[in-house]
């Protein structure tokens, strides 16, 4: 499968405290996406980064990408309760259609 | 405001019967997309459409069929050839390339079996 996994499965913290999330990939990719996913509703889109980008910023976002280990990392600072929810990693694949989701991270901030 | 409207939101199906799940969008996207989630697995893709009056399998494309007559609309029919259908539905769209711009999804179906 070229579909992507997310570490940890889970993941609980403190109101306040940094959260990072990994996401690894087996084959070479156009680029990432990183999309949030509240409990019983759809995905929303948080973040993009290209092939030769290496770390992109979005408000208290932050990822980086290492082509190199086929990795990513999502890093949220400062968490909030509203942070609460799973967070997946989708990979664009340089050969074939489709474009594939990992398994997700979901995470627990607690207030 | 624009978006991608799904209904309904819960869906029973009995014992060999077709069900068909709607998905509208008012966003005027080209693209088109068809997600079954599981729990504890992520989104694997069942159909995409590209483009009016075309659309191409994903990786569990059997026992479902689509339909992509107008822009805004791409429903999913589940057969009763999908033996296990209780899953939650996605769909989701994008401007062109599914790949290098971010898809809007909807909020989803879930299905059950009766």
């Known amino acids: 499968s070229q579909q992507g996994e997310e570490d940890p499965q889970a993941l609980s913290i403190q109101e306040g405290e940094n959260a990072t999330m990994n996401c690894s990939y087996k084959?070479?990719?156009?680029?990432l996406q990183w999309y949030r996913q509240n409990s019983g509703r759809g995905l929303v889109h948080l973040i993009l980064?290209?092939?030769?980008?290496r770390e992109k910023h979005s408000g208290r976002l932050r990822v980086t990408l290492d082509t190199s280990k086929k990795s990513s990392s999502l890093l949220i600072t400062a968490s909030r309760a509203a942070d609460t929810a799973s967070y997946f990693c989708?990979?664009?694949?340089?050969?074939?259609?489709?474009?594939?989701f990992g398994t997700g991270t979901s995470l627990t901030v607690i207030p | 405001d624009g978006g991608i409207t799904q209904s309904p939101k819960y869906l029973f199906r009995k014992e060999g019967q077709n069900v068909t799940l709607s998905c509208e969008q008012n966003?005027?996207?080209?693209?088109m997309y068809w997600y079954r989630q599981d729990p504890g697995q992520g989104l694997r893709l069942i159909y995409y459409?590209?483009?009016?009056?075309?659309?191409q399998k994903g990786d569990i494309a059997e026992g479902y069929s689509v339909s992509r007559e107008k822009k805004e609309s791409f429903p999913l029919t589940v057969t009763s050839a999908q033996k296990n259908p209780t899953a939650f539905y996605l769909c989701?769209?994008?401007?062109?390339?599914?790949?290098?711009?971010?898809?809007?999804f909807g909020d989803g179906t879930r299905l059950s079996i009766l």
């Open positions: 084959t070479s990719i156009n680029n």
């Open positions: 966003l005027n996207h080209d693209a």
């Open positions: 989701a769209s994008s401007v062109g390339d599914r790949g290098s711009q971010p898809q809007h």
């Open positions: 459409s590209q483009i009016v009056n075309d659309f």
């Open positions: 980064i290209r092939s030769n980008e």
């Open positions: 989708a990979t664009d694949p340089l050969t074939g259609n489709q474009f594939y």
